[in-house]
């Protein structure tokens, strides 16, 4: 089970970091991985962490996102910097094969 939190509205130029807690898996053993879907939008990979702690971005949040992961907390995180309206969706973290429940951000003034 993933229970993701931290979304929530944000102005333009804003931060926000989302939490991703996982539970009954081997946390340590699986990477993490953030998608993003957009209204109206497919669902969109966003960032991934490895298990060795390589992280991956897509081209759209790189340079403003920063994935991370801590094992001894079984939690993924993703902060995130700089957001505009482009970046309203519901975030989705992917873990082991589970999906979390997604939570939304909403970027407006």
């Known amino acids: 089970q993933l229970q993701a939190s931290g979304g929530g509205l944000v102005q333009p130029g804003g931060s926000l970091r989302l939490s991703c807690v996982a539970s009954?898996?081997?946390?340590?053993?699986?990477?993490v991985n953030w998608y993003r879907q957009a209204p109206g939008s497919q669902r969109k990979w966003a960032a991934g962490i490895s298990i060795s702690g390589q992280t991956n971005y897509a081209s759209s949040v790189k340079g403003r996102f920063t994935i991370s992961r801590d094992n001894s907390k079984n939690t993924g995180y993703l902060q995130m910097n700089d957001l505009g309206a482009e970046d309203t969706a519901v975030y989705f973290c992917y873990i082991g094969g589970t999906w979390g429940q997604g939570t939304l951000v909403t970027v407006s003034s």
């Open positions: 009954g898996l081997v946390f340590s053993a699986d990477a």
